[in-house]
T-cell receptor, first 111, second 109 residues
């Protein structure tokens, strides 16, 4: 199993550009989520999904969109990038609501 | 909202046992307690999870008193590679859990 994979590993954007961060898992997990982590801080939940076709907002959803068309994939879209979205983004999946498996992260720099 | 409180940082030396305590005074009856470890530039990694009393795996032990208002992660005989940030989480990952700043453990030679 590859576990949770994320692409790209690093991305530089200009303010106002859009992009999609990819996340995939091969563990047949129902639950998937996106977090952002700013320097020296813990992770904050952006959006999550409890199954294909079902998504909901987390703690910091503004500026981000998600969709879950398949069990395996959970892409995160930045509609119009802002410098405040410079962060490291982690995707996670789980079979239940307690233990999560995290991907390696995507470092995003918005200029 | 199950809020957790843990020390910001701890120092230890190789070969010592390290105990990190987390306070969670308003833990709900059905909440589990989960600990994660995070190395720089990596995602958090699950260490251990428990509900009450004591849980042990190949990496760590988790001690939970009867009132469940706190928990202690115990790392036996730490090495330099255990230097990381450790997070204590309580409850439902989507509704109650919050990754706070965690405890930054530094293991010295």
């Amino acid at each position: 199993n590859a576990g949770v994979t994320q692409t790209p590993k690093f991305q530089v954007l200009k303010t106002g550009q859009s992009m999609t961060l990819q996340c995939a898992q091969d563990m047949n997990h129902e639950y998937m989520s996106w977090y952002r982590q700013d320097p020296g801080m813990g992770l904050r939940l952006i959006h999550y999904s409890v199954g294909a076709g079902i998504t909901d907002q987390g703690e910091v959803p503004n500026g981000y969109n998600v969709s879950r068309s398949t069990t395996e994939d959970f892409p995160l879209r930045l509609l119009s990038a802002a410098p405040s979205q410079t962060s490291v983004y982690f995707c996670a999946s789980s079979s239940g609501q307690e233990t999560q498996y995290f991907g390696p992260g995507t470092r995003l720099l918005v200029l | 909202l199950a809020k957790t409180t843990q020390p910001i940082s701890m120092d230890s030396y190789e070969g010592q046992e390290v105990n990190i305590t987390c306070s969670h005074n308003n833990i709900a009856t059905n909440d589990y307690i989960t600990w994660y470890q995070q190395f720089p530039s990596q995602g958090p990694r699950f260490i251990i999870q428990g509900y009450k009393t004591k849980v042990t795996n190949e990496v760590a032990s988790l001690f939970i008193p009867a009132d469940r208002k706190s928990s202690t992660l115990s790392l036996p005989r730490v090495s330099l590679s255990d230097t990381a940030v450790y997070y204590c989480l309580v409850g439902d990952v989507f509704n109650d859990m919050r990754f706070g700043a965690g405890t930054r453990l530094t293991v010295k030679p």
